[in-house]
């Protein structure tokens, strides 16, 4: 398979990047600062510009996104759009490319996390993108043409990124094996729509 990483060099997309690498996949791994496939994904042209000089792809799997971490007491209005413009738009913008340029049957699997649905101090601005991409998927996911699949998943704090022994959103963090897992699910499976979460 030919799979594009986006994130590649972060937490879970590194993880996700070697470990299909490992299992013989064509792998391409892209990010802001990469020298071979650099992109932007709250750039649009940007995200264009990086499938332009790919081979056509059977996966795409997004790693990527932020959102302000502030108290409710201090989110202005242009707090919020940060996460908007990252993780949520970048996303919904990298389905309306991603869409044109993979193949038959072939699958994008973006990213939200347990703050869709789990409180945590200090990230109303990320549980608000998070919630909106996991609506966006359900819906958009059935006017994907030519069988392409559309998925989502949302993996609760990692262990290494947040100590194992503390509770965030009320969930002690998971190991990031588990994570990769439901990205390999995502890809092989044949079912679109669907919130792939484990915390
Ligand atoms: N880590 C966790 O515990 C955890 C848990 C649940 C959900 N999540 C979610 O999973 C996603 C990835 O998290 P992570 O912890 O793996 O992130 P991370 O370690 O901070 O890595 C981010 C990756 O994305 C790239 N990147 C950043 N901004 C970009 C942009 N605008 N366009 C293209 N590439 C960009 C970075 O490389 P460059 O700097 O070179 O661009 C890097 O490869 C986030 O949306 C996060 O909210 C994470």
Request: charged residues 25%.
């Amino acid at each position: 398979m030919k799979i594009l990483v986006i994130g590649a060099t972060g937490t879970i997309g590194k993880a996700v990047y070697d470990s299909l690498i490992k299992e013989g996949e064509e792998v391409y791994g892209a990010h802001r600062n990469s020298t071979d496939y650099p992109v932007d994904i709250t750039d649009s042209l940007s995200i264009e510009n990086l499938f332009k000089k790919l081979p056509k792809l059977n996966a795409v799997i997004n790693a990527v996104g932020t959102a302000t971490w502030k108290p409710f007491s201090e989110l202005k209005e242009e707090d919020y759009y940060v996460g908007i413009k990252s993780k949520l738009m970048g996303q919904v913008n990298l389905v309306h490319v991603a869409q044109n340029y993979i193949s038959d049957n072939g699958s994008i699997t973006l990213t939200t996390g347990i703050l869709a649905e789990h409180y945590e101090p200090n990230a109303v601005g990320l549980s608000l993108v998070n919630g909106a991409i996991q609506s966006f998927v359900m819906a958009a996911s059935n006017e994907l043409q030519r069988r392409i699949k559309l998925n989502v998943v949302a993996p609760g704090a990692i262990i290494g990124d947040f100590p194992k022994d503390k509770k965030f959103a009320d969930h002690f963090p998971i190991p990031i094996e588990e994570v990769i897992k439901l990205y390999k699910e995502s890809i092989h499976k044949s079912d679109t729509g669907q919130v792939l979460k484990k915390y």
